[in-house]
């Protein structure tokens, strides 16, 4: 018998990942409005440091107490790597794009990921099959990139070329935790990540400092520090260990539609033909290429009855 299609949803995915995945459709889909905010007047560079480094600092004294530096000194190579494909690279680009591009073409740009993931997870030890119902979403979502990519940027194709660095990056950060960083704390992951790329960064921020900062861009970059860094990692991690990574980076499909949302409203930000063609184009185009084949999904159900 048929399960219904609600049923099969809920069974695929805890009610704590579904909780999980709301807090991260608010935590990730604020960045993309405060990076636009805050680039007005910091370096991309110093905003990199300005989000590194406080989040570092109030996650010392957590991993400390619960005895995790342990952790990160025995972990600390994948650690620095997922830090630098993670925090230091991405953010640096994308800050930097967003000087010229909207942030509501960049989350939906990031949207993309999960496309990404996918490729990338065929070159893991774990990947799933790529059955023709994924592979049609793959190419189903490509289409929508290439019509957002195609329609909203005339001439300089460098921003695009970042936020498509950005994608990789995101991509594979959370293959780093699923496969290499699974038994390491979040805290501790999230420490010595940033920790590492806010020392690797100081010497540019300091250079690069502005002589004067706004309330609003220092209101801007402690939210992203506190909340959107410290707070979200810790959550997404949490996501990772119970739906998976291929799953868990389906999550920017809300943190697009809330980034566009608030571009739209707070940063009178237009809202484009292409937009509105091309978001559903990739949403429906990760969905399909990063879930699993239905009937392997129903007898999966069935065993667990």
């Not at 709301?22 to 993309?32: C, E, F, Q, R, S």
């Not at 949207?111 to 799933?128: D, G, K, N, Q, Y």
């Not at 400092?209 to 997404?236: K, R």
């Not at 809330?258 to 091309?278: F, K, N």
Request: charged residues 10%.
């Amino acid at each position: 018998m048929q399960l219904p299609f609600s049923r099969v949803v809920w069974s695929l995915v805890s009610r704590r990942a579904w909780v999980l995945f709301a807090m991260m459709a608010v935590l990730w889909g604020i960045p993309y409005l405060l990076i636009r905010i805050a680039v007005r007047q910091l370096d991309p560079g110093v905003v990199v440091l300005a989000r590194t480094a406080p989040a570092a600092l109030l996650l010392a004294p957590l991993v400390a107490r619960r005895g995790q530096l342990r952790d990160v000194l025995t972990h600390w190579r994948w650690i620095v790597v997922f830090g630098v494909v993670e925090f230091g690279g991405p953010w640096y680009l994308m800050s930097s794009a967003e000087k010229h591009v909207t942030s509501s073409f960049t989350s939906l740009m990031i949207c993309a990921v999960p496309l990404f993931t996918l490729v990338m997870s065929r070159f893991s030890s774990s990947h799933e099959k790529l059955s023709p119902r994924r592979l049609g979403g793959l190419v189903v979502g490509a289409l929508g990139v290439a019509l957002l990519v195609g329609v909203n940027i005339h001439g300089d194709l460098r921003w695009v070329l970042m936020l498509l660095v950005v994608c990789v990056g995101y991509s594979v950060g959370p293959m780093i935790l699923q496969h290499r960083l699974a038994g390491v704390p979040g805290p501790a992951v999230v420490f010595g990540a940033t920790g590492v790329v806010a020392i690797a960064w100081a010497p540019y921020g300091a250079l690069h400092w502005p002589a004067h900062v706004s309330l609003e861009t220092v209101l801007a970059v402690l939210v992203l520090s506190v909340f959107c860094t410290a707070g979200a990692f810790l959550t997404f991690f949490e996501l990772v260990k119970e739906a998976g990574a291929n799953r868990s980076t389906v999550v920017v499909y809300s943190n697009t539609a809330l980034a566009v949302l608030l571009g739209i409203a707070l940063l009178h930000e237009p809202l484009t033909t292409s937009i509105l063609i091309g978001f559903p184009l990739i949403m429906a185009g990760s969905y399909f290429a990063t879930s699993g084949d239905r009937h392997r999904r129903d007898a999966d159900l069935t065993v667990h009855q």
